[in-house]
């Protein structure tokens, strides 16, 4: 298994253009995570799905940003526009019910212009 | 608020040396505490746990419930320990998706 895959890797773009983040958890993981890393703030929790369902969006930080789950095997997260505050480590992470571990990705490194 | 606090950004030892990564945190309920880790190159994975009360690759972490705290300790530091840790916090409950992070040690163990 590859683990969690996301994609791109790095992702430049200029402030005001849309960005759309990748993410495709374990295979049979039904909980889904996106976080968010930065020097100032850390590692903050933007959104989780369970079972495809948004359970709590509560650290999406603006009407910016957005997620979805259309199906087990794929999630997205999406800045329109994008701001160079932005800029930062986006991780998705995965887990089963049950599980006390979630598996993260490698991470996107977005920088915004 | 719920929040999880690690004092040091770096924490640097040489070889052979006792290491302590600290790690308090702020929730009145019952909590479940993590220590993650990631390697250079590597991803964040997660290195133990306080329910399961075990030795992974030699460090140990008791949690502390007077003094809300988590430390991570491991009493001979190896090279291949430098790396990120973090300490995390999931809140009772049950759910899944309450993990609060702290901000993290990078730990330098120096030949």
């Known amino acids: 298994d590859a683990g969690v895959i996301q994609s791109p890797r790095h992702e430049v773009t200029e402030m005001g253009q849309e960005v759309t983040l990748r993410c495709k958890p374990i295979?049979?993981?039904?909980?889904l995570f996106w976080y968010r890393q930065t020097m100032m703030r850390g590692l903050e929790l933007l959104i989780y799905?369970?079972?495809?369902?948004?359970?709590?969006d509560s650290g999406m930080p603006e009407d910016r940003f957005s997620a979805k789950m259309p199906n087990a095997s794929f999630s997205t997260l999406k800045i329109q526009p994008s701001e160079p505050r932005d800029s930062a480590v986006y991780f998705c992470?995965?887990?089963?019910?049950?599980?006390?571990?979630?598996?993260f990705g490698p991470g996107t490194r977005l920088t915004v212009l | 608020a719920q929040r999880v606090t690690q004092p040091e950004k770096l924490l640097s030892v040489f070889k052979g040396a006792p290491v302590e990564l600290k790690c308090n945190y702020s929730?009145?309920?019952?909590?479940?505490l993590f220590w993650y880790v990631q390697y250079s190159r590597q991803r964040l994975q997660l290195l133990l746990r306080?329910?399961s009360r075990e030795s992974i690759k030699g460090f140990t972490a008791d949690l502390n419930k007077g003094e809300t705290s988590f430390h991570l300790k491991k009493p001979f530091a190896q090279e291949e320990d430098s790396a990120m840790y973090y300490c995390?916090?999931?809140?009772?409950?049950?759910?899944?998706?309450?993990?609060?992070f702290g901000k993290g040690t990078k730990l330098s163990v120096k030949p």
């Open positions: 992470a995965s887990s089963f019910a049950g599980g006390h571990e979630q598996f």
């Open positions: 295979s049979g993981h039904d909980y």
């Open positions: 799905f369970n079972n495809n369902v948004p359970i709590d």
């Open positions: 929730y009145s309920g019952s909590p479940e």
């Open positions: 306080h329910i």
């Open positions: 995390a916090l999931r809140l009772g409950g049950g759910s899944q998706g309450n993990l609060i």
